[in-house]
């Protein structure tokens, strides 16, 4: 008879390695707190790795805005379309459409864009911070952003978001199709209309850059053990974290930052938040098949394109179809076969396919605080397509309540309890 393992005795566990995960392990090892992290993967193996590597302190607007809600019949007459929703999932995430499409009423999508726009603020500051204070500058591309639209009436649909950036002080330039060239050379004369977002930032390589974070976080102590969490408990303020091998881990706090796989253990301690998955597909070309000057992003196709080191990447839409259903990566091969449309004298060739899973609130905010029954746990995650933009401030979120600090941003908007109060 095989004997019990003892528990693991903890300062603080952190579930998933992904960049929300690291960037919180970084800012609690450098705080002197004793964290170890659980991932099955390692370190941004998964999601993380395939981000696009936009840094989108600009995007404040919900997906419910009004642009995105027209599209949205559109969109899912094609199967390899922005948004798609295999049949056979339809009723199980039809709770969650009915929870996204009330996110768009008024009253509730102001308070949205509000918590959005203090969350986007407060993450181009940590990044900066974190960025230099360990001399990562290198990894940082200042370049922008250009949006495009086909047609002058898809460029005045978005007036409204606008609208609301300028309200924000978010900087962008309206440019007409003379003046698009002059920006990014190369591209179809189909574009008429596009507008530049120069506050928009992206990185070179960002799994690269998750595993910088990550060193730095080991040097203050930080450890990793490549485990699945397999389930948690908490008995007299005591949380345990039982993983794969057998092993348990005893721990005063718990940070669960598991994206895409957070759900069941929010429930374990009676949160049961909304969480879906958005499974997203990306093709990396060689970086030498076109000459790309900024992220170029598609709004009316919902995906776009952006340099990295490692090569040129495409991707983006929605495929609302759980963590379970295999790839489809026919959704790629339509995002690069537009892309080639887009930028004729693009090289196709060479491409690797991806799929992963963005955590995927409905109201596109993600869940942060302490849990409602178990003070001691905290949430970090359903940051949907923000993961990355939004991990250094997450990390200095978790940090100051840890630490019982002055929090530097209202997290009403943010609770797990949210759609239980409506």
Same mark, same amino acid.
């Given at each position: 008879?095989? =004997?019990?393992?003892?528990?693991?005795?903890?300062?603080?566990?952190?579930?998933? @390695?992904?960049?929300?995960?690291?960037?919180?392990? #970084?800012?609690?090892?450098?705080?002197?707190?004793?964290?170890?992290?659980?991932?099955?993967?390692?370190?941004?193996?998964?999601?993380? #790795?395939?981000?696009?590597?936009?840094?989108?302190?600009?995007?404040?607007?919900?997906?419910?805005? %009004?642009?995105?809600?027209?599209?949205?019949?559109?969109?899912?007459?094609?199967?390899? @379309?922005?948004? =798609?929703?295999?049949?056979?999932?339809?009723?199980?995430?039809?709770?969650?459409?009915?929870?996204?499409?009330?996110?768009?009423?008024?009253?509730?999508?102001?308070?949205?864009?509000?918590?959005?726009?203090?969350?986007?603020?407060?993450?181009?500051?940590?990044?900066? =911070?974190?960025?230099?204070?360990?001399?990562?500058?290198?990894?940082?591309?200042?370049?922008?952003?250009? $949006?495009?639209? $086909?047609?002058?009436?898809?460029?005045?649909?978005?007036?409204?978001?606008?609208?609301?950036?300028?309200?924000?002080?978010?900087?962008?330039?309206?440019?007409?199709?003379?003046?698009?060239?002059?920006?990014?050379?190369?591209?179809?004369?189909?574009?008429?209309?596009?507008?530049?977002?120069?506050?928009?930032?992206?990185?070179?390589?960002? %799994?690269?850059?998750?595993?910088?974070?990550?060193? !730095?976080?080991?040097? !203050?102590?930080?450890?990793?053990?490549?485990?699945?969490?397999?389930?948690?408990?908490?008995?007299? @303020?005591?949380?345990?974290?039982?993983?794969?091998?057998?092993?348990?881990?005893?721990?005063?706090?718990?940070?669960?930052?598991?994206?895409?796989?957070?759900?069941?253990?929010?429930?374990?301690?009676?949160?049961?938040?909304?969480?879906?998955?958005?499974?997203?597909?990306?093709?990396?070309?060689?970086?030498?098949?076109?000459? &790309?000057?900024? %992220?170029?992003?598609?709004?009316?196709? /919902?995906?776009?394109?952006?340099?990295?080191?490692?090569?040129?990447?495409?991707?983006?839409?929605?495929?609302?179809? /759980?963590?379970?259903?295999?790839?489809?990566?026919?959704?790629?091969?339509?995002?690069?076969?537009?892309?080639?449309?887009?930028?004729?004298?693009?090289?196709?060739?060479?491409?690797?396919?991806?799929?992963?899973?963005?955590?995927?609130?409905?109201?596109?905010?993600?869940?942060?605080?302490?849990?409602?029954?178990?003070?001691?746990?905290?949430?970090?995650?359903?940051?949907?397509?923000? /993961?990355?933009?939004?991990? #250094?401030?997450?990390?200095?979120?978790?940090?100051?309540?840890?630490?019982?600090?002055?929090?530097?941003?209202? &997290? =009403?908007?943010?609770?797990?309890?949210?759609?239980?109060?409506?």
């Amino acid at each position: 008879m095989q =004997s019990r393992r003892p528990s693991q005795d903890c300062e603080v566990v952190i579930i998933g @390695g992904g960049i929300i995960g690291i960037c919180i392990a #970084a800012y609690l090892a450098e705080s002197g707190k004793r964290v170890l992290v659980l991932d099955r993967s390692g370190i941004c193996e998964e999601t993380s #790795a395939g981000s696009a590597g936009a840094l989108a302190f600009s995007d404040i607007l919900p997906v419910t805005h %009004q642009n995105v809600l027209s599209e949205i019949p559109h969109w899912l007459r094609d199967p390899l @379309g922005p948004l =798609s929703i295999p049949p056979s999932y339809l009723p199980r995430i039809l709770p969650w459409l009915r929870r996204f499409l009330n996110a768009g009423r008024a009253e509730y999508f102001e308070a949205a864009v509000s918590a959005q726009a203090s969350m986007m603020a407060l993450a181009e500051r940590e990044w900066m =911070s974190l960025i230099g204070r360990l001399g990562l500058k290198d990894m940082l591309r200042e370049d922008g952003c250009l $949006e495009l639209y $086909e047609t002058e009436e898809e460029f005045q649909a978005g007036e409204e978001s606008w609208k609301l950036r300028r309200r924000f002080h978010i900087p962008f330039q309206h440019l007409t199709g003379d003046e698009i060239a002059g920006y990014q050379p190369g591209l179809s004369k189909r574009f008429v209309r596009a507008t530049f977002l120069p506050s928009w930032k992206t990185v070179s390589d960002p %799994q690269r850059l998750g595993h910088a974070i990550w060193a !730095h976080a080991e040097v !203050h102590g930080a450890r990793l053990m490549p485990l699945s969490a397999d389930n948690v408990t908490c008995e007299a @303020g005591k949380i345990t974290v039982a993983a794969s091998n057998g092993e348990k881990f005893s721990c005063n706090t718990l940070i669960i930052a598991a994206g895409a796989w957070s759900r069941p253990f929010a429930a374990a301690f009676g949160d049961r938040v909304p969480l879906e998955t958005e499974r997203g597909y990306t093709t990396t070309l060689p970086a030498d098949s076109f000459d &790309l000057r900024h %992220q170029l992003v598609f709004p009316r196709h /919902g995906f776009g394109i952006t340099p990295l080191e490692t090569g040129l990447r495409i991707g983006g839409a929605v495929e609302l179809g /759980g963590l379970k259903r295999p790839p489809n990566f026919a959704r790629s091969r339509a995002m690069l076969d537009k892309a080639s449309r887009f930028l004729p004298g693009l090289k196709t060739s060479g491409g690797r396919q991806w799929m992963g899973y963005r955590p995927s609130m409905p109201d596109s905010l993600p869940v942060l605080g302490r849990s409602r029954r178990e003070p001691c746990v905290l949430y970090a995650f359903g940051h949907g397509h923000f /993961g990355l933009t939004q991990a #250094a401030a997450t990390g200095r979120i978790i940090r100051d309540i840890l630490l019982e600090r002055p929090l530097p941003i209202d &997290l =009403s908007p943010f609770a797990a309890s949210r759609f239980r109060r409506r």
